[in-house]
């Protein structure tokens, strides 16, 4: 087993998680993003109880570009607080190749 990022944001719509998707791949800062279907988050914001319907998104990245890729993610999202998770996963040396090959 080898070590991979998993990167992880909600965006507000299809067209903003796409237009994000397809711009970390051109910079070749992700191998894979999946896109999830619609969510509904419910969440406290400046003191009120909102909720919003959202398109979650999943990022494969590696462990050296992770950091990279997030900034990236918060600087192309139209959130005023992205939140953008890194979760470290464990993948096949075959998975941990075609990713590292991707992003390099």
């Not at 070590?3 to 507000?12: F, G, I, Q, R, V």
């Not at 969510?39 to 909720?51: D, M, N, Q, V």
């Not at 996963?89 to 991707?102: D, F, I, L, N, P």
């Amino acid at each position: 087993m080898s070590d991979l990022a998993l990167l992880y944001t909600t965006l507000p719509t299809r067209a903003d998680a796409e237009r994000v998707a397809q711009t970390v791949l051109a910079e070749r800062l992700a191998a894979c993003v999946n896109l999830l279907g619609a969510s509904s988050a419910l969440y406290r914001w400046e003191g009120a109880i909102e909720r919003a319907e959202e398109v979650p998104a999943l990022f494969k990245t590696t462990v050296e570009l992770a950091e990279r890729l997030r900034e990236r993610i918060e600087a192309l999202h139209p959130y005023d607080l992205p939140v953008v998770e890194i979760w470290p996963v464990a993948a096949t040396s075959a998975v941990w190749r075609w990713v590292s090959t991707e992003t390099g």
